[in-house]
């Protein structure tokens, strides 16, 4: 689950490619976290569990908690 702070969330499915013309599916997440952002995650195939998902936006929460830009819990 993902903190209060995370606001404004919005997914959506993309590809890029790679250097060998190969098509790299990925989703794309926005969001805000309080005041702060928007803030881009890609994950790609492979990596789109909920467990990464979770782990990754909430290092970012965590980042800023750590910088004092948004309050300690």
């Not at 997440?29 to 990754?56: N, S």
Request: aromatic residues 12%; hydrophobic residues 35%.
């Amino acid at each position: 689950m993902l903190p209060p702070e995370v606001t404004g969330l919005r997914i959506r499915d993309a590809f890029e490619f790679d250097k060998q013309s190969n098509v790299q599916r990925y989703q794309e997440y926005t969001f805000f976290i309080g005041t702060h952002g928007p803030f881009t995650e890609k994950f790609y195939v492979g990596e789109q569990d909920t467990p990464a998902v979770e782990r990754r936006i909430n290092m970012r929460v965590a980042q800023l908690r750590e910088l004092g830009a948004i309050p300690q819990k």
